[in-house]
T-cell receptor, first 112, second 114 residues
Framework: KQEVTQIPAALSVPEGENLVLNCSFTDSAIYNLQWFRQDPGKGLTSLLLIQSSQREQTSGRLNASLDKSSGRSTLYIAASQPGDSATYLCAVLSGGYNKLIFGAGTRLAVHP | EPEVTQTPSHQVTQMGQEVILRCVPISNHLYFYWYRQILGQKVEFLVSFYNNEISEKSEIFDDQFSVERPDGSNFTLKIRSTKLEDSAMYFC????????????FGSGTQLSVL
């Protein structure tokens, strides 16, 4: 059974720092991995999607890497800003084309 | 930018009552999903829907739950005889293609069962 784990559970940093959020999954047979952002009381916003054949994806200050064989992904946030404060969720598409399996998230606080 | 719309944003109901959660997916999307998140827990897959039928469902999605696309724009989740443990944030999502495509989520309906 696929399990997704995210470390750390919470992170508080000063503005301007570069950050790394970690995601691991137990079964390497995935179709893709997505990183989402969740703001309090809001829905999930897809940030980056990495297909199983890809190694990384970049969008602005965000870079996500995927090492399928070791069951790991990292989300790198460059030059963090207070507006980056949110919960970041990692999810893998596994065991079918329709079912995302989520991690518990990393709650990020960036203070001025 | 197109978005998935969910109504209501909050729903309070008495245990044993039926509720219908409504969603309007992005117009050119063909695949629709319901997920839920119990407070303090992970987001969990409930069901996926394509071509007017369920394509996959989780073990959570038992006979208490049903989904429907009653017209060309709405996608609904019905929960019959609600239980206290059904209290959660329910998210609707849609995608243009199957799950290998990016999913777009709505802002959720917070269901409270008293």
């Amino acid at each position: 059974k696929q399990e997704v784990t995210q470390i750390p559970a919470a992170l508080s940093v000063p503005e301007g720092e570069n950050l790394v959020l970690n995601c691991s999954f137990t079964d390497s047979a995935i179709y893709n991995l997505q990183w989402f952002r969740q703001d309090p009381g809001k829905g999930l916003t897809s940030l980056l999607l990495i297909q199983s054949s890809q190694r990384e994806q970049t969008s602005g200050r965000l870079n996500a890497s995927l090492d399928k064989s070791s069951g790991r992904s990292t989300l790198y946030i460059a030059a963090s800003q207070p507006g980056d404060s949110a919960t970041y969720l990692c999810a893998v598409l596994s065991g079918g084309y329709n079912k995302l399996i989520f991690g518990a998230g990393t709650r990020l606080a960036v203070h001025p | 930018e197109p978005e998935v719309t969910q109504t209501p944003s909050h729903q309070v109901t008495q245990m044993g009552q039926e509720v219908i959660l409504r969603c309007v997916p992005i117009s050119n999307h063909l695949y629709f999903y319901w997920y839920r998140q119990i407070l303090g827990q992970k987001v969990e897959f409930l069901v996926s829907f394509y071509n007017n039928e369920i394509s996959e469902k989780s073990e959570i999605f038992d006979d208490q739950f049903s989904v429907e696309r009653p017209d060309g724009s709405n996608f609904t989740l019905k929960i019959r005889s609600t239980k206290l443990e059904d209290s959660a944030m329910y998210f609707c999502a849609s995608s243009e293609g199957d799950g290998v495509e990016k999913l777009f989520f709505g802002s959720g309906t917070q269901l409270s069962v008293l």
